[in-house]
Each structure stands twice: as structure tokens, then as C-alpha cells.
T-cell receptor, first 114, second 111 residues
Framework: EAGVAQSPRYKIIEKRQSVAFWCNPISGHATLYWYQQILGQGPKLLIQ????????DSQLPKDRFSAERLKGVDSTLKIQPAKLEDSAVYLCASTAQGGTGEQFFGPGTRLTVL | QQQVKQSPQSLIVQKGGISIINCAYENTAFDYFPWYQQFPGKGPALLIA?????SEKKEGRFTISFNKSAKQFSLHIMDSQPGDSATYFCAASMGAGKSTFGDGTTLTVKP
């Protein structure tokens, strides 16, 4: 079974630029999460999708962050414009519907904003 | 608001020793308590998890102890090995929903 795929693995941008991250969850997993992991901290949820609908985006800075999962499969997270404090690893995770609750994480995208 | 507090921040253990990491939570609605292991450059991976209807769960060298009344749970790694050196995160969630993570413990096991 293939794991959660994310790209790119690394990205360096200047502040005020825009950036997009892509995630392809495990096949058949209905729930998809985007987390932000700042160095030295645990992952913090940005947004949760159930199929192509948003379940929770209460912690998403909506003035600059956006995410979509149009066909209920892969997802894109965008930041526009980026700030220095957005430097972090962005993790995508997925869970199976009716499963144990175990989240399967991708390798993450390390973003550096200069 | 920090809903899951994890300690210690870092831990150094000799090979063969016992590693103990503690977590405390606030929300009594949490009903799933996983521990994740993360190696550098990788995403977190589930190590072991427990639900509040049991006080202990053991899988190989890894044990979770759960104290519902104190709202605390801990991870014990027996016979710690250098390959266990990683960052460990406790987490808590309601059902199969989003997880709230602790800030992690960096474990170093010295040969």
C-alpha cells in the first residue's frame, strides 16, 4: 500500500511570495488533514477535509492560507503572501473512514521564508 | 491554549535503560491517545495508542500507562536501543477526528 505522498519536499521563497503544496493521501482514505509543524513544536492542525468538504478550518489563517480538495482525493495548500513566521514543515495526513483513528502522515514539505 | 502538555522536552538514556515520557491533557472528551515517533526528515508514524477504557497497553518494548482520573498518560520504552533515538509526540483526539499534539520529546539513546 502506497503511503501519503507530498511535494515538493523543500521550498525556499522570499516573504510576500506565494507557494503551493500538494498532497495525495492513501487510496480510499476519506479524511485528509494539513498540519503545520514549527521547529521544536508538535504538529498543529490547519484544516481537515472529509471527502471534498471542510470539517474544521478554525485554525487556518484565512487571510493568507487556502486549501482545496476538489475531487475528494488529492489536496493543495496555498500560502499567499508568505510571511517569515510561515517557515515550518507542512504535513499532510489521512485516515480511513471507520478506522481506528490512526493518522498516516506524509514526509512533509519544509518551507523556508527569507 | 495548550490542551496536551508533554514532558520532558529532551531525554538521554543509556542503551538498555527505560525511557519514560509523560503527557497530560485537559479535555475529558478526548477518547483516543496515540503516541507517534518521528525521525528527522520523516513524518510522524503511529507507535502505539490507547483508549480510556484500559489503564495499560503493551506492544513489544513499548507500553502506554493511562490514568483517567489524573488525565495523564505516559510512554515507557523498555530496553531502549540507539535505533529508538527519535522525537516522540503524544496526542489526543475525539473519535477519529483531528489530533491535538504535545510539543514532543527528543530521545537520545547512548550506546
Amino acid at each position: 500500500e502506497a503511503g501519503v505522498a507530498q511535494s515538493p519536499r523543500y521550498k525556499i521563497i522570499e516573504k510576500r511570495q506565494s507557494v503551493a503544496f500538494w498532497c495525495n493521501p492513501i487510496s480510499g482514505h476519506a479524511t485528509l488533514y494539513w498540519y503545520q509543524q514549527i521547529l521544536g513544536q508538535g504538529p498543529k492542525l490547519l484544516i481537515q477535509f472529509q471527502n471534498n468538504g471542510v470539517v474544521d478550518d478554525s485554525q487556518l489563517p484565512k487571510d493568507r492560507f487556502s486549501a482545496e480538495r476538489l475531487k475528494g482525493v488529492d489536496s493543495t495548500l496555498k500560502i499567499q503572501p508568505a510571511k517569515l513566521e510561515d517557515s515550518a514543515v507542512y504535513l499532510c495526513a489521512s485516515t480511513a473512514q471507520g478506522g481506528t483513528g490512526e493518522q498516516f502522515f506524509g514526509p512533509g514539505t519544509r518551507l523556508t521564508v527569507l | 491554549q495548550q490542551q496536551v502538555k508533554q514532558s520532558p522536552q529532551s531525554l538521554i538514556v543509556q542503551k538498555g535503560g527505560i525511557s519514560i515520557i509523560n503527557c497530560a491533557y485537559e479535555n475529558t472528551a478526548f477518547d483516543y491517545f496515540p503516541w507517534y515517533q518521528q525521525f528527522p526528515g520523516k513524518g510522524p508514524a503511529l507507535l502505539i495508542a490507547i483508549r480510556p477504557d484500559v489503564s495499560e497497553k503493551k506492544e513489544g518494548r513499548f507500553t502506554i500507562s493511562f490514568n483517567k482520573s489524573a488525565k495523564q498518560f505516559s510512554l515507557h520504552i523498555m530496553d531502549s536501543q540507539p535505533g529508538d533515538s527519535a522525537t516522540y509526540f503524544c496526542a489526543a483526539s475525539m473519535g477519529a477526528g483531528k489530533s491535538t499534539f504535545g510539543d514532543g520529546t527528543t530521545l537520545t539513546v547512548k550506546p
